[in-house]
Nanobody, 124 residues
Framework: QVQLVESGGGLVQTGGSLRLSCAASGRTFNSYTMGWFRQAPGKEREFVAA????????AYSDSVKGRFTNSRDNAKNTVYLQMNSLKPEDTAVYYCAARGSAYITRARDGYEYWGQGTQVTVSS
């Protein structure tokens, strides 16, 4: 089992940057594929990015590709989401998630563990 705690959210102007962190408990962090999802008010939780166990493979939604970068430091049990060129439509609660499979998936139900979320607000 793994516990996840996100941090790094906040208020930023359009065009600005934020870096989210997700710290995981446990000694087997490198056995989990990690994902990021977001949920805006009144909308369903949607896939943002994911990264494989060793950090070799990544996947991004079309809406963030080229602006967001997903990375991980297995020595620190932490995954990061660097968000650049932020837009008002990026405003949401951002969640990190973990799955025991070696394969990346964009499906919410493919992830067994979730953090509590961190709010990102982009002002216009």
């Amino acid at each position: 089992q793994v516990q996840l705690v996100e941090s790094g959210g906040g208020l930023v102007q359009t065009g600005g940057s934020l870096r989210l962190s997700c710290a995981a408990s446990g000694r087997t962090f490198n056995s989990y594929t990690m994902g990021w999802f977001r949920q805006a008010p009144g909308k369903e939780r949607e896939f943002v990015a994911a990264i494989s166990r060793a950090g070799i493979s990544t996947a991004y939604s079309d809406s963030v590709k080229g602006r967001f970068t997903n990375s991980r430091d297995n020595a620190k049990n932490t995954v990061y989401l660097q968000m650049n060129s932020l837009k008002p439509e990026d405003t949401a609660v951002y969640y990190c998630a973990a799955r025991g499979s070696a394969y990346i998936t964009r499906a919410r139900d493919g992830y067994e563990y979730w953090g509590q979320g961190t709010q990102v607000t982009v002002s216009s």
